[in-house]
């Protein structure tokens, strides 16, 4: 029988079946927790709050309540007290998909500016021909194929069944990529002046959906934890 609440589960308000880690030997810290799938229908499962959100809003998320939720046997996955390894290798697949993610809404909010700065006349010439625009088009089209590289080479990484050693490689891809997203949405917003802050035009939506990259599967400052950890052990 599974018991606690967890906040902040994507798709929790609409999901019907979930991965839940739970305690199953108290004293054991993370050697004491085992993973199990949760189908809604289970007694004892219950949804909570649906939260509203800055952005990702095709995404609904929302807290799940399990009291005295009785889970059959046959749905552990893996071994009891093994869900720790699980929960691990899932979070750097995670990351990657987090990672193209935010590759993904960098390329869109470039594109669409640099078609805009290119349409766009002031004082007689597109704005694409103003130097500083150009440079603010350079940093975004330059970050967004470091981007690609990383993710993609997490990507092959999780090809080849490498998930439980490509922690540094995963921490990287979503901490960088995450950051890009968030700057190219903000610079894309700005290329487009004023009409960048109206929701008539995708990129404030862009600037938005990028930040959750930044939070979760870990936030930043996590990542460089986990870096900082990968690069100073023996
Ligand atoms: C839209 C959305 C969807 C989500 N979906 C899911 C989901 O499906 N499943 C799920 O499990 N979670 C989900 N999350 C939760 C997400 O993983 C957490 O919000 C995230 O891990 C941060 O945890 P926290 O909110 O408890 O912040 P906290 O851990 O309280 O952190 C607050 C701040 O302190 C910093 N901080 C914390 N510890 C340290 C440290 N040791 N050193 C330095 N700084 C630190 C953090 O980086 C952050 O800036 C989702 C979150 C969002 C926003």
Redesign the pocket.
């Known amino acids: 029988m599974l018991n606690g609440t ?1 906040t ?3 798709n ?1 308000p609409v999901g019907d079946v979930f991965v839940v880690y739970a305690k199953t030997d108290m004293g054991k810290g993370p050697r004491g927790v085992s993973a199990f799938i949760v189908e809604k229908e289970f007694p004892g499962f219950s949804r909570g709050k649906q939260f509203e ?1 800055l952005g ?1 809003r095709g995404s609904p ?1 929302g807290e799940l309540i399990l009291e005295d939720c009785k889970v059959p046997a046959e749905n552990l996955m893996g071994k009891e007290n093994e869900g720790a390894r699980i929960l691990m290798s899932g979070l750097n697949t995670e990351r990657t998909a987090l990672a193209a993610l935010s590759l993904g809404i960098s390329r869109g909010a470039y594109e669409f500016s640099l078609k805009y700065a290119k349409d766009q006349v002031q004082f007689g010439k597109p704005i694409a021909s103003f130097q500083l625009i150009q440079s603010k088009l350079v940093d975004m089209a330059m970050e967004i194929e470091l981007s690609r590289l990383i993710t993609y080479k997490c990507a092959a990484m999780a090809d080849k069944g490498l998930v439980e050693e490509m922690n540094l490689m995963a921490s990287y891809a979503k901490l960088y990529t995450a950051g890009v997203g968030m700057r190219i949405t903000t610079e894309a917003v700005q290329i487009l002046g004023g009409y960048g802050y109206l929701k008539e035009f995708p990129v404030e939506r862009m600037m938005r959906d990028a930040k ?1 990259q930044q ?8 990542q460089r ?1 986990i870096i900082a950890r990968e690069l100073l052990q023996d």
């Open positions: 967890k902040f589960i994507t929790g959100k990702w998320t959750p939070i979760g599967g870990g936030t930043d400052e996590i934890l």
